[in-house]
Structure formats: structure tokens, C-alpha cells
């Protein structure tokens, strides 16, 4: 292989040559008379060294290059002199380097090819890949990177974040909190950082992301920057979120027949289970006061009053559990004469407190269509309540009027006002007035004005109450007395 | 002639204070705690003068009760009051309603209408 064809150099350049490397063999050849000479002498021809190029002599080389597959081949540039000759062969070096030089550029195009395919594979893929955000970071945690999966996931454009610190992905505080750079510590670290958190997208939005963040290092181990990869959890997590919502509704759903059913068992011990034994307390005290001495009676009479006031606060109680849980209490209309009504209720409480003057100035007749049984417990709790809690020596006034298509009734008393915080409060469950006034007439369960509004309400009227230590306190009731008040009463 | 009236009411307590009442007014008293019992307490019952009915009760209500009696014979001419929490749902053709809780003035003036008026129809 220490063989040199020289082919069309001129005579002088060989010269040079060979002086130059004189350990070497040479053979000086023509392109004419190549075939003949190559028959004889091709053997151990490691080096071929073509004389000035030229479109022939490229065809020349391809020639050799053929026949000599191991052979170096240089051409030497037109007009070049014999040093240039002799670097030249120096350059193709020794006959196996020679031989190997050809064989590691064939190797490098081809790593080089691959690499190039590898990379545009990957590159195509990045691009692919909408689902996942997958961007570069330098060491310090700038954007340089960017694929149109991070553009969909994240809403930013190439151009727009590339050269940026991904630091604003994050909600302000954990970015102010040094999160970021914790993140590519630990990914520099400990060769990951996988985290799953909330991310801010270009408009301000929040998404749940699934982020994983790598170091990329060159192959002298030094960190070049950081791959990050980030998936939308959103989707999944409004699933779930769509899924819990669904058990809950049933779950609700649920709940709202059970406490259907509650309802249902709770107004019936309320209305027979509670009552029945009340009246057997009732009617035994009765029977017994008929035989009973006055010491007894007195006993008994306490026992009745008790009863009676046990079955007043069932009424109300169940009242109540209509009114909130029942879908509010039913009114019942008929032809009806209020007027009449007022007068029975004020006749029992004359009857109950003959110690106190009522008053009650009505017409003869008021008549509508009303739920005679409902407004009797109106009027029978705010007269009464004027007479409790009303001045012992002032008298309490019911006037009642019509005034176009309704019936009006005002209660009024003189004595202590109701204070203006409470008159706020007055028709609200479980209210009622100071714990000084109250006596065994009051005592309850402040129910009895959130009943009554209720049952005027029912009716389509208002019902509203000023009081003040100069006027004393007056309620009063509007009725609508239906569409024919001049009816059958 | 002594009458009967018939107590039909689940509540032992108050079924056994109106049976003393009643009694100690003069009247002959029956007592049935439902429906059921009631019907079947008719049979030995002679000059039934009024049937004092509750509604809500178990095994046989009020209701049941009462489109079972009016298809009886003994049942003719013999009123039935019914007293009831629920006084609002008391079954068609009764002749009279009281509300609970029950006042004894209030049962003894029915029951001395109804009673007292058949003694002195059949005197």
C-alpha cells in the first residue's frame, strides 16, 4: 500500500514529489495510458495523486475511485506547484490512515444524516403533540423553546414567550415565593421535578397541570438548560367534579324524600300523637273538679291551664312546621262577616280579663270572603297580646273599617313601645316581647304575630305595627275581602 | 232507659277518662281502641244512642270504620260525632265534628244531644 500513482502530473511536480517523500514507491501515469498501466501495476496503489483538475479528470478520479475502492485520491488545483503536490499527499497521510480517513468521512455523513433525520423526527413529533406542552428552558429558566401543544395549553404564541422567564406560568404568590427556582434545583438535582398545581394560561385563567421538568446536560455532563413537559389536568378534574356534583344531587335527592317523609311523620305526632294525651290530662282535671274541694280545684285548675297552654304551643309548632316545611299554611275562604268575628274574639277576652276594658268599634257588618277560623287566631293573638303587654289601666281599641276592596282592623294600646330593634324582628319565629312582661297569658313560643302574618299574608294583606312611648303601639291588619264582599253574609 | 254510646279512640288514656265521664254521667259505656274492635264490640251492644269516633287510628281508621257501619242495620239512626285532630277530613254524612283536644263540657253537651233526645223520642 505504499504505492503512489501519479497520474498526469507533470514531470517536474513528480520530481518534486518524490523528493520530497522519498520512502514512498511512486508510479507516473497518463491518463492515456491508464488502463494498460493499471492492468501491470494497480496492486499496493494506496494513493493517487491526479494532476491539475479539470472536468476530465474528475471523470478521471470517479475512474480510479472505481477500480481502487481503498485508494486515497487527491486532485490537485490548477497551476499548483510541488509543495502544494506534497501537502497535498502529506494531508492523505499513510497508506492505512489513507484507507480508514475515507471509511470515518463516510461514517461521520452518515452519524451525521441520522442525527439530522433523528432530529427532525423529533422535532415533527414535538410539533404533533397537542396535548402536552412541551418547551425548553436555558439554566436560568427562560423560554427557549416552545411547541403548539404549550401554545394551546398555555395561550401564548412562540413569539411571544420565547426569551421570557416561565416563572409568569405560575400564580403570582408561589412565583413571588421562589417556586420556580426551588422547581429547577430539585430538576437539576435529582434529575426530575414532577409536581401537580395550578397554572396560570395567557388570559389570566387557571388550569390544573400535571408538570414535569428535566435537566438537558451536554456529554461533558454540563447543564445546558431544562425540558418541561405540562398536561391540562382540568378536564379530568371537572369530570370528577361533574361526578361528585351528580352524587350529591342524588344524594339530595334522596334527602329530600326522607325528610318528606319526616315531615309527614313529625306533623302527625304533632297534630294527633302529642294532642290525644294532653286532652286525657284536660278532660280528667275536668271530671275531677266536679267532686273536688277548693284547695283541689285550684290544683286542677292549674293542671287545665297548663294543658291548655301545652296544646296552644302544639297548635303553633304545627302551624310553624306547615309554614316552613309544609309549604305554608292553607287558607280556607268562605263567605265570612269579620265584623263578627272581631266581636266574638274581643267577647272571649272580656270573658278571660274582666279586669281590662276592650273596646271595639266596627261597623255592623264587614263581609268577604276569609278564613273565619284563621283570623280568629289573628285577632284572638295581637288583641291579646295588646292586653299583656298594653298598660293595665289604659283600655285596648280595635277599630275596623273598609276602605275600598279591604277590611282594616287596628289594635291599639297604651304602654311600654316595643323598641325599635325588635319591631324589626316582631314577625319573625320564636320573638316576643321582654322577659318582665311575661306571665302565664304570654308565656310561649314567640309564635304567635309570625303565625298571625303568615295567615294574613295567605290572605293577600299586609300587617305592620308602630309603637312609640307617646303613642303607644298600634298593629294594624289589611284584608283584601275578596271579589265579592257585599256576598251571602 | 239506660243508652250506650260506643268510644272508638286509640288513646287508652283518653278512651278510658271519657268512658268515666260518661259513666259517671249514667250512661252505658263501650269501648273498642279500633275500627276493627268496634264492629266487632257491636254485637253485644243493645239501644246504641251515638258512636263517639277518632279518625287517625291503626289497624282500622276512622274512615274505614265509618263506610263499614252505615251499611249495617243497627248502624240506622244512630249518629256518629267524630273527634279528630283533623276534623277538616272527616268522611261525609257524620253528624258532627269536634275538634281535639277534647273538652269535656263540649263531649257532654253531644252526647246528652244525641242520647237524652233518642230517650225522649222513645219515651
Redesign the interface.
Known amino acids: 500500500m505504499g504505492v503512489v500513482a501519479l497520474i498526469d502530473v507533470e514531470d517536474e511536480l513528480c520530481a518534486a514529489i518524490e523528493a520530497a517523500a522519498p520512502e514512498l514507491r511512486y508510479l507516473r501515469w497518463t491518463s492515456a495510458s491508464l488502463e494498460g498501466a493499471w492492468e501491470r501495476q494497480a496492486e499496493g496503489v494506496g494513493r493517487v495523486v491526479i494532476g491539475a483538475h479539470s472536468s476530465e479528470r474528475m471523470r478521471l478520479a470517479e475512474e480510479v475511485a472505481r477500480r481502487c475502492p481503498l485508494a486515497t485520491i487527491v486532485l490537485l488545483a490548477p497551476g499548483a506547484d510541488a509543495s502544494e503536490g506534497v501537502r497535498a499527499l502529506r494531508a492523505i497521510g499513510a497508506p492505512p490512515a489513507a484507507a480508514s480517513t475515507l471509511t470515518d468521512r463516510e461514517r461521520a455523513r452518515l452519524a451525521e444524516e441520522a442525527l439530522r433525520t433523528s432530529e427532525q423526527r423529533s422535532r415533527l413529533l414535538i410539533e404533533a403533540v397537542t396535548d402536552y406542552a412541551i418547551f425548553t428552558l436555558d439554566p436560568g429558566g427562560v423560554v427557549t423553546s416552545w411547541n403548539p401543544g404549550a401554545q394551546r395549553l398555555k395561550g401564548y404564541r412562540a413569539a411571544d414567550i420565547i426569551g421570557q422567564h416561565f416563572s409568569r406560568f405560575y400564580p403570582e404568590e408561589e412565583a413571588r415565593s421562589g417556586k420556580c427556582e426551588r422547581e429547577l434545583e430539585i430538576a437539576e438535582q435529582e434529575g426530575r421535578f414532577q409536581e401537580e398545581g395550578w397554572r396560570l394560561r395567557a388570559d389570566g385563567s387557571r388550569f390544573f397541570a400535571n408538570v414535569t421538568i428535566t435537566p438537558i446536560r451536554d456529554s461533558g455532563g454540563k447543564l445546558l438548560g431544562f425540558a418541561k413537559v405540562s398536561r391540562d389536568l382540568t378536564e379530568p378534574l371537572e369530570a370528577e367534579a361533574q361526578r361528585s356534583r351528580l352524587v350529591a344531587e342524588n344524594a339530595a335527592l334522596t334527602e329530600r324524600a326522607r325528610t318528606q317523609e319526616f315531615q309527614e311523620r313529625f306533623l ?1 305526632i304533632l ?2 300523637d302529642l ?6 290530662i ?3 282535671a ?2 275531677l273538679r ?1 267532686t273536688a274541694d277548693a284547695r283541689t280545684t285550684k290544683i286542677l285548675d292549674r293542671i287545665g291551664a297548663s ?1 291548655q297552654r301545652m ?1 296552644r304551643m302544639i297548635e303553633q309548632i304545627l302551624d310553624l312546621t306547615r309554614s316552613r316545611l309544609g309549604g305554608g299554611l292553607e287558607i ?1 275562604r268562605a263567605p265570612t262577616d269579620l265584623a263578627g268575628a272581631l266581636r266574638e274574639v274581643v267577647e272571649e277576652l272580656r270573658a278571660a280579663h274582666p279586669s281590662r276594658r276592650i273596646e271595639l268599634h266596627s261597623p255592623a257588618t264587614l263581609p268577604g270572603e276569609l278564613d273565619r277560623d284563621r283570623l280568629l287566631q289573628v285577632f284572638s293573638n295581637i288583641i291579646g297580646n295588646a292586653i299583656s303587654y298594653g298598660s293595665r289601666t289604659g283600655a285596648v281599641v280595635v277599630r275596623a273599617w273598609r276602605e275600598g276592596g279591604h277590611a282594616l282592623v287596628e289594635v291599639h294600646n297604651d304602654g311600654p313601645s316595643i323598641p325599635a330593634e325588635l319591631q324589626l324582628k316582631l314577625f319573625d319565629p320564636f320573638r316576643r316581647g321582654n322577659r318582665d312582661s311575661r306571665n302565664a297569658q304570654t308565656a310561649g313560643l314567640g309564635l304567635g304575630l309570625f303565625i298571625s302574618h303568615q295567615i294574613v299574608t295567605g290572605h293577600g294583606g299586609s300587617i305592620r305595627v308602630e309603637s312609640s312611648p307617646e303613642h303607644g303601639t298600634s298593629f294594624r291588619v289589611a284584608l283584601p275581602l275578596g271579589a265579592d264582599p257585599e256576598g251571602t253574609v | 232507659m239506660v243508652h250506650t254510646v260506643l268510644i272508638v279512640e286509640d288513646e287508652p288514656d283518653l278512651r278510658e277518662i271519657m268512658r268515666d265521664v260518661l259513666e259517671s254521667e249514667g250512661y252505658r259505656v263501650v269501648t273498642a281502641a279500633d275500627g276493627r274492635e268496634a264492629l266487632a264490640s257491636l254485637e253485644d251492644v243493645d239501644s246504641l244512642c251515638l258512636v263517639l269516633l277518632d279518625l287517625l287510628m291503626p289497624v282500622m281508621d276512622g274512615w274505614d270504620f265509618h263506610a263499614a257501619f252505615k251499611q249495617l242495620p243497627q248502624a240506622a239512626g244512630v249518629p256518629v260525632v267524630v273527634h279528630s285532630s283533623a276534623p277538616e277530613r272527616a268522611p261525609e254524612g257524620v253528624a258532627r265534628v269536634l275538634q281535639k283536644p277534647l273538652k269535656l263540657d263540649r263531649m257532654l253537651a253531644v252526647v246528652k244531644e244525641f242520647c237524652d233526645r233518642t230517650d225522649s223520642a222513645s219515651d
Open positions: 302527625a297534630g294527633h294532642r290525644n294525651p294532653l286532652a286525657a284536660d278532660m280528667g275536668s271530671l266536679r294543658a296544646s280556607v
